[in-house]
C-alpha cells in the first residue's frame, strides 16, 4: 500500500519546511485584496507564516508580506492572524 504524500511549505519568516497544517496561508486576490485563507485553497498568489505570534509581529515588523505578494498587507490582517491563534 501506497503511504500518503504530506504537502510541505516554507514559512516565509523562518525559511522552515513544515507541513501544510501546521501554517496558515495569507492570499492575495485577483482583486489586490488580502485575506487569511483557511481552506488554503483560495484563488491568488499565496505566502505562509507559522502559526506562532512571534512570527506573525516579525512579518508585520519587517513588511515581508508586503514585498512577496507585492501589494500593501493591512494591519486588520494581521490581527485576524493573532485572534486565530486565541
Known sequence: ???????M??????????????????VRTPLNEVEVD?????NGRGAYLKKD???FLKA???K???KI???????????ELNNLLK
Open 1 to 7: 500500500m501506497k503511504t500518503k504524500k504530506i504537502p
Open 9 to 26: 511549505r516554507t514559512c516565509v519568516v523562518t525559511k522552515e519546511k513544515l507541513e501544510k497544517k501546521d501554517l496558515i496561508r495569507v
Open 38 to 42: 483557511l481552506t488554503g485553497k483560495k
Open 53 to 55: 505570534a512571534e512570527v
Open 60 to 62: 508585520q515588523k519587517t
Open 64 to 66: 515581508i508580506l508586503d
Open 69 to 79: 505578494l507585492e501589494v500593501e498587507v493591512k494591519d486588520e490582517v494581521f490581527a
